[in-house]
């Protein structure tokens, strides 16, 4: 895998109707994204799998990394980059066991405990949040803020990719507070923007 992009963006939609998630990763390619993470949670063979693997082979030709959320298996059968696992999904070494040669595996991590059950997996990154109240998910967790993410990057030796109601402004906040911080990924600033494509490039803009 070429070097692990410092902005992920994340497909949706559940919290709008106006883009597939075909045409959410058209205009983030277009835009110069590195990396996409596939978001369906209610992912049927049916409806969704020729999408995805039309979306899979998209990333493939643009060399650009795709992870498939919740869905080792699925993941796999289309040849995403990895998959991404949060705490209640399919445990993290059954899935290691599960992925074929060259595939990666990131995971969310919601505490220090958790993650010292996990630390010594071969995972690419750590995503860690919500760090912003979310949009996608309001009051699932209470937000970490600046100060509450900076004690989780200080304690995780794997790169940490930031979530949770993170817009241009507050990743370049988070960059220059947390110098450590690997990446952030963006969900409800990019599929929820008047113009994703500029959204994207907003963001790419306040990368390190």
Known sequence: MQRLGRLHLL???????????LELVQMAIQAGAPTIQYREKHF???KDLDELQAIARLCRQQHVQLFVNDYPDVAVEVGATGVHLGEEDTPLEEALHRLPPLM???????????YAKIRHLPL????????FESPTK???????????????VE???HPVIAIGGITAPRARQLFEAIPKLYGVAVISAFVQ???PQAAVRELLSVIP
């Open 44 to 46: 049927t063979r049916e």
């Open 124 to 131: 690419v990154y750590v995503g860690v949040g919500p760090v």
């Open 104 to 114: 990666v595996l990131g995971a969310s991590v919601h505490s220090l405990d958790y």
């Open 193 to 195: 923007a008047p113009d």
């Open 155 to 157: 304690h995780i030796s």
């Open 138 to 152: 309001p009051g699932a967790r209470p937000p970490l803020g600046i100060e509450g993410l900076r004690h989780f």
């Open 11 to 21: 497909t949706d939609t559940a919290t709008q109707s106006r883009f597939s998630h």
